[in-house]
């Protein structure tokens, strides 16, 4: 007995998943309607901190057969379905999937839902939900005056959704993915600023009837801090879109080496083999036997530069996932790699009825192993959507399941400190102007020894549904991690150097150009914080904001300045990446004038620019 016991424990890994969802108060059975032209292929949610006290909470759609359901967290392991008190409910319809991020700048994580239509009328366009938060105690729907209530023109059509700054104007854009055959469902929606959106899907470069897509990601994939669009659709139609700048798109499908599954449905985007590029995963149908002629399976993309991505071998062993749906990243084990969790499910056929999920470690060295059952995590039926978050705050990460016609599932990871050591990420840009709400599109580094984890931070979703934004990395043995890297989208850096492990961390990013006082006769300072380091700073000044000139020979990002634009100085930025220019303001210049600033990070087309700054001359 004593023997058996201890080659059980020699063997058997360390944490695993145990099913909560009684214990936590989130009793839901997802009520389809018969008559959803979705057919089975929807089920979904989204999670969001929609109160604002930290704690991540979760939307979930109901079917059309049942009221959706708002469960808030109540920080103690438990939720509490608030969607009547919020304006959500009663009001059954045709759900299909949802996200959250703050579209309107003001602090509060909105939804946007795609539906069919409600079910006291016959389904069809424009009954997509755009819900407003009102301050961490409501909900408006505004999706028609906003301008994102219709997708496809014909028919009800609309699947998964993504927001992101795609434009660089530091607002949140919208993508909605169709995939109704014809439908010219894929939208792309420009955030105007003032909660209106602008369909700009044919001047981007985006138009396109054949594509028959499910989940749409938007996420920096080239380094160039401009966000890419990775289409993951069906029948062969994927697509990937490269970010030209100036709300340009140009289709690379073919020269990325995306896009070879046969039946593209979920994606999830993590550095699955550690070499500091995010690689794409995209869930599709594994046959047995093949159907001859067509791509088997789930695809692995692993990074290979700029816009590339190279199919990982056949060994990898992450191609079989049944009939696949949501797919999601994660360090489930926190020793810094990321493991994939996928569910599905497909009762149209006896092959893959009551198909389990699958949960594959990674192994290293390009290696996944399927651990589903050893680590706890049963779920079958028509699994939908996947979602991620720390529901207890314990510093682990807790999955949620969404099945069509079946039981909402939670599960808690069981870690609870056996594991390696982790750090929570949340990004804050402070207000500062140019950076989209909640950091989204933003790039994290860190470094342990000879280690480099990279994430990023989007509003996407894997099938259906977003998850927590939060970047959780796992640290293994470091207690330390020796240099916290963020790479925000407007170009400019935080490095926090020593950050101790086992604690979620706010990352403020600090005003990239201030200045002093401007008072005749006077010294004042201009300063700059994380530039790109050694590189020379260029110090301009106008008679106010403006559209001004673009850097690079006009393929660099554009200043802000009305022109004529005037140097002041230069200056090199240090390790840290800061630089400074002190001057001393005119004795003679006009007390009352208004003059604005910005600061240039010289590299030719690759130059970065500060926000703009404005000061009135003081006498």
Partial sequence: MGLTFLFLAAVLPQGGFR???????????????????????????????????????????????????????????????????????????????????????????????????????????????????????????????????????????????????????????????????YAEGNRLFLNRGDGTFADATRAAGLFDRDVRAFTPRLVDLSGDRRLDLALVADFQTSRYYANLGGVRFEDRTAASGFARESNGMGAAVADFDGDGLLDLFATSIYWDPPVGGVPNGNRLYLGAGPHRFQTAPAGTGVADGGWGWGAVALDLDQDGDADLAEVNGWSHDPQFQDEPARLWRNLGGGRFQEESATLGFVSGGEGRCILRLDHDRDGDLDLVVLRYGDSLQLFENLLDGSGGHWLQVVLDPGGRPGLPPQGIGARVELRTGQTIQVQALEASPGYLGGHEKILHFGLGDSTTVEELRVLWPDGWDTRIPWVAADQRLVVRARPPLTHDPLVRGQPTEFRVEGAPPWTTIAFLASSGPGEGPCPGGGRGPCLGLRPPVRLLGTAVADEAGDASLGLTVPAGAPAGRSLAFQAVAVRGVQSVVSNVAEAVVQP
């Fill in 19 to 181: 099913e909560v969802s009684a214990a936590a108060g989130l009793d839901f059975v997802h009520a389809p309607v018969a008559d959803h032209s979705a057919d089975i292929m929807h089920g979904a949610g989204t999670v969001g901190d929609f109160n604002g006290d930290g704690w991540p909470d979760l939307f979930v759609l109901g079917g059309g057969g049942r009221d959706d359901a708002l469960f808030l967290n109540q920080g103690d392991g438990t939720f509490r379905d608030e969607a009547a008190a919020w304006g959500l409910a009663p009001y059954r319809h045709r759900g299909v999937g949802a996200i959250a991020a703050d579209y309107d700048g003001d602090g509060w994580e909105d939804l946007f839902v795609t539906s069919f239509g409600p079910v006291s009328q016959n389904q069809g366009p424009g009954y997509h939900l755009l819900y407003h938060n009102l301050g961490g105690t409501g909900f408006e729907e505004r999706a028609a005056p906003a301008g994102v209530a219709t997708t496809a023109p014909g028919l009800a059509d609309g699947f998964g959704a993504s927001f992101g700054d795609v434009d660089g104007d530091g607002d949140l854009d919208l993508f909605v993915a169709g995939w109704m055959a």
